[in-house]
Every structure is written in C-alpha cells, then in structure tokens.
C-alpha cells in the first residue's frame, strides 16, 4: 500500500510515502467501510488498521506461503472501542444526556457496553477504549452531552469544544 501526503510549509515542499507490505489477517466491514487488519512484521506498524477504499495499488508479493495466527481473536480485540483505532486507555467512561436526547441513546446505544446509571439524570457508562472515534461520537451531540468521568476525557472534550467555540466568537 502506498500513500502519499505533501504540505506546504513556506517555500518548502514536505512529501511523505508510505510504502507498506502486508498480509491481510482480518477483513471486516465497519463504520460504513471495509477494513484490513494486517499481519506484519514490524510491530511498528501492528496495530495498523487499513481503509481498503483508500488504498491506491496492490501487487502481488514474493511471498511463497502465508501462516494465519490462529491465536489472534480480532473480533475480541475489537469489542471494547468503537472504530478501529487502537489507542486511548481501556476506561468506565459516563456520559450525561439532555432529557430530549436521553431517549434516542437508550434506544440506540453507543457501545454494547452501555448501561444507564440513573433515568433521572440521564446518565450512561460505557467501558471503552478513549480513543478518537470515541471522541467524534461524543462530540457528535454537541450541547446535549457532558462527559462526567473520566476527568482526562471530561478536560479533552471541553478543550476541544472551546476551540471549536473560538470559530464563532465574531458572530
């Protein structure tokens, strides 16, 4: 697989490849996509996951046999996130709802893991990885989500959230 990335910087041009070499491990279609998960060597680059729509070539290699690590369960791996990043830390995190959203979240869960803690205030858990997909779902509510726990994540998301507000200071 190679990708190609270039930025500007002035008058000095960056242009990053990225060649890789992989054996596909674990196919599976996710978030509207389908996925690979390769097995590599390297383990700098074993916990890549690859967008198959996004990869610009494929030849064949000169490999001459292919051994399928049957210890891997890569449906396990994937239960505790949602999306394919691996990253963020393995956490209960709890989620307050607006009264008016509160009902569409009990009905369409984010996670599997989701529980409500209290009808009352709107509350949910989740034990997840905090990774970014995560942090899109969450920002995805806007204004009708609080992240109470944990606090990283509670301080990210607000971080995240001012930033975006700056974008509408003139208005």
């Known amino acids: 697989m190679s990708h190609f990335a270039s930025a ?34 390297s383990s700098r ?4 996951i690859l967008a198959i729509d996004r990869i610009d070539s494929l030849r064949e290699s ?4 292919f051994v399928f690590d049957r210890k891997a369960n890569w449906k396990r791996q994937f239960e505790d996130m949602i999306g394919v990043t691996f990253e963020g830390a393995l956490e209960t995190v709890i989620l307050r709802f607006s009264a008016n959203r509160f009902p569409y979240v009990e009905t369409k869960k984010l996670h599997k893991s989701q529980k409500v803690l209290e009808n009352q205030l709107c509350t ?45 200071e003139s208005i």
């Open 124 to 168: 949910v858990a989740l034990h997840i990885y905090t990774n970014r997909e995560l942090k899109a779902k969450i920002l995805e509510y806007g204004a009708d989500v609080e992240v109470l726990a944990p606090d990283s994540l509670r301080k990210e998301i607000a971080e995240t959230l001012l930033r975006a507000s700056a974008w509408y």
């Open 45 to 48: 680059f074993a916990r890549v």
């Open 62 to 65: 000169q490999f001459d046999s």
């Open 8 to 41: 500007s910087l002035g008058r000095l041009m960056v242009i990053c490849v990225i060649a890789l070499l992989f054996l596909p491990k674990y196919t599976f279609f996710h978030y509207a996509a389908w996925r690979c998960a390769p097995l590599v060597k």
